[in-house]
């Protein structure tokens, strides 16, 4: 089974990452992209902008900055993490204008680690989800092995058969996730959970070390995060690139919902 990378940032999937993976709000994440895009003094560059427009409904992103990426995977990597086609990203926003590029680091050569002494902490960390994005997005796919494994168990009592089955994926080669992989919000990381299994073939006799019952209920979905909020905001076709922000800042500041372990709750 193969998994191919995420497309570069747009404006949205830009702030549910960093709420997932930096816990930065929707309002931070746009202020610090906003530095970036500015410009910042590194070094004997001088002044320069780090990152493309940050507010942008758009992946697609420029033939030059793609060569050069392709240039940055070789040379850290190695050919074989190089798919043999540049790799291109189809819209998937109702009603994208795509006059912007995709965000993106202006340089792709300017690695975060050439320039972490000349940001905050905070730029840091921002500058690098974008940077990793942008390469991973460039890179071969992952290759993943997926077994699913049916157990037959006869009740001698009642001589009744019963079945179980289980599954388990492994990774056989990592292709872009050797670099980045995209945060999951927690009902994904409750779905993707998954365990190795034994060596086994087919008729195999299995001895029985214990069986343990669990009840389930179906729960309720979660409260909205940022993230989630951002993300059906989107797929509704509600609000803009540059309205997101201040849509989530709005409803909190008039007391709308209130903030609580991560969850925005009414």
């Known amino acids: 089974v193969t998994r191919q990378p995420a497309p570069p940032f747009i404006t949205s999937t830009l702030q549910q990452e960093a709420w997932r993976k930096l816990h930065f709000s929707a309002r931070q ?17 001088g002044r320069v902008g780090l990152i493309t427009y940050m507010r942008t409904d758009s992946t697609r992103v ?3 900055a793609i060569v050069e ?20 990203f189809i819209g998937r926003v109702k009603g994208a204008q795509e006059a912007h590029e995709a965000i993106r680091p202006t340089r792709i050569r300017r690695e975060p680690s050439l320039i972490k002494s000349h940001l ?19 890179m071969s796919a992952a290759l993943f092995n997926n077994t699913t494994v049916d157990i037959k168990a006869r009740c001698t009592a009642s001589r009744t058969d019963y079945l179980f089955r289980t599954s388990c ?40 070390l214990g069986l343990f019952p669990e009840q389930h209920f179906t729960q309720p979905p979660p409260h909205f995060t940022e993230a989630t909020l951002i993300k059906m905001l989107e797929q509704w076709g509600i609000g803009r690139p540059s309205t997101y922000a201040p849509i989530l800042s709005t409803i909190q500041a008039r007391d709308y919902v209130t ?5 925005l709750q009414p």
């Open 29 to 45: 994440t746009m202020a610090i992209a906003q530095q970036l895009y500015e410009g910042l003094s590194i070094g004997g560059e």
């Open 62 to 64: 420029a033939r030059s």
């Open 69 to 88: 990426t392709r240039e940055v995977i070789t040379k850290k990597y190695g050919s074989q993490f190089i798919p043999p086609h540049a790799r291109s």
């Open 120 to 138: 905050t902490a905070a730029q840091f960390r921002l500058y690098e989800i974008i940077w990793k994005r942008m390469v991973a997005s460039q």
């Open 169 to 208: 994926s492994v990774n056989t080669f990592p292709g872009f996730i050797i670099l980045y992989t995209e945060g999951k919000d927690e009902a994904e990381r409750e779905e993707g959970k998954s365990s190795l299994l034994p060596q086994l073939e087919k008729g195999d006799g299995l001895a029985l």
């Open 259 to 263: 903030r609580a372990k991560g969850s």
